[in-house]
């Protein structure tokens, strides 16, 4: 049974880093596209950014610059570095995992960046 757990989320100040951290059992993790997503209260779940297997990587522009992600595929771990967190990163974060229709989600967890 394939499962994604998240962690590092939490309060930070505006101009303050987080580093969430996705970890994946159950599945050949090197085999799939990870990412994360977020969901703010009333708006629907975006695209955060994405790192393939090969390791290549795509954000959009909203966090291109800010956010870094990154993985270790030896601890089937995906990560997720956030720099210069703006109030409107406030969010859960979410970790996907997929490869071809398969699709994983993790539970989510909450960044809350107060100004």
């Known amino acids: 049974q394939v499962q994604l757990v998240e962690s590092g989320g939490g309060l930070v100040q505006a101009g303050g880093s987080l580093r969430l951290s996705c970890s994946a059992s159950?599945?050949?993790?090197?085999?799939?596209?990870m990412a994360w997503y977020r969901q703010a209260p009333g708006k629907q779940r975006e695209l955060v950014t994405t790192?393939?297997?090969?390791?290549?990587?795509n954000s959009p522009d909203s966090v291109k610059g800010r956010f870094t992600i990154s993985r270790d595929n030896a601890k089937n771990t995906v990560y997720l570095q956030m720099n210069s967190l703006k109030p409107e990163d406030t969010a859960v974060y979410f970790c996907?995992?997929?490869?071809?229709?398969?699709?994983?989600w993790g539970r989510g967890t909450q960044v809350t960046v107060s100004s």
């Open positions: 996907n995992a997929n490869r071809g229709t398969l699709h994983y």
């Open positions: 159950g599945m050949i993790f090197r085999f799939y596209t």
């Open positions: 790192i393939t297997s090969g390791g290549s990587t």
